[in-house]
Nanobody, 129 residues
Framework: QVQVVESGGGLVQAGGSLRLSCTAS????????MGWFRQAPGKEREVVSC????????WNADSVKGRFFVSRDNAKNILYLQMNTLKPDDTAMYYC??????????????????????WGQGTQVTVSS
């Protein structure tokens, strides 16, 4: 059984930083693309970042480029999202997800949600102004 668990969310002032972490068990982590998604109240879920199974390729949504950085440590089976210069508009529930199959998962960027089948419960990020 695959389990995806996010951590690291919280309340932060605008301009501050947070680092989210995600672990995935029940699958061979290093063989799956991983992604970060977010959903704000009243809005649809959107992709934030996607990283290939090797970690060589990484993509970020335009709204977070230059501020958010996705990375992974395949030796420790951990995915990270470093979020800097946070804005109130970044307030959302942040979800980590693993690609449904091995290998690709980010190749359809930015339309990648359909390629991610294993989802965590989310971690709340709230940015105050």
């Amino acid at each position: 059984q695959v389990q995806v668990v996010e951590s690291g969310g919280g309340l932060v002032q605008a301009g501050g930083s947070l680092r989210l972490s995600c672990t995935a068990s029940g699958l061979t982590f290093r063989n799956h693309a991983m992604g970060w998604f977010r959903q704000a109240p009243g809005k649809e879920r959107e992709v934030v970042s996607c990283i290939s199974f090797t970690g060589v390729g990484a993509w970020n949504a335009d709204s977070v480029k230059g501020r958010f950085f996705v990375s992974r440590d395949n030796a420790k089976n951990i995915l990270y999202l470093q979020m800097n210069t946070l804005k109130p508009d970044d307030t959302a529930m942040y979800y980590c997800a693993a690609g449904s199959g091995t290998g690709g998962g980010c190749s359809g960027w930015p339309n990648v949600q359909r390629d991610f089948g294993y989802w965590g419960q989310g971690t709340q990020v709230t940015v105050s102004s």
